[in-house]
């Protein structure tokens, strides 16, 4: 199964109204994420894949291998899905902001 990507300046241009999907552990993602990204660490993705049926999903993470493998799982639960080339380090170098939590 062949997953598309989109890329940052894609995901920025388009306004993506659809469910981003930050699939790093929960440390990496308090330390800055995407804009309204939901966390769902890579190894729980399969257990909430049905969830994201019928769903347009951008899965994201680090550089952007992880979010290519939740990718293939969301897909094969029927999610629209693409993964974000460069992850979150290819948006943070393009000058996009990122939230942090703590």
Known sequence: MTISEIS??????????????????????AGGH?????????????????????QDVVTVCHSGARSLAAARLLSAAGARVQSLAGGTEAW????????TSH
């Open 92 to 99: 943070r170098r393009s000058g996009n902001p990122v939230e």
């Open 34 to 54: 995407l804009p309204g990204a939901v966390n769902v660490p890579l190894d729980e993705v399969d257990a909430v894949a049905a969830r994201y049926a019928g």
């Open 8 to 29: 940052v300046g894609q995901l920025g241009e388009d306004g993506f109204s659809g469910v981003l999907l930050d699939v790093r552990s929960p440390g990496e993602y």
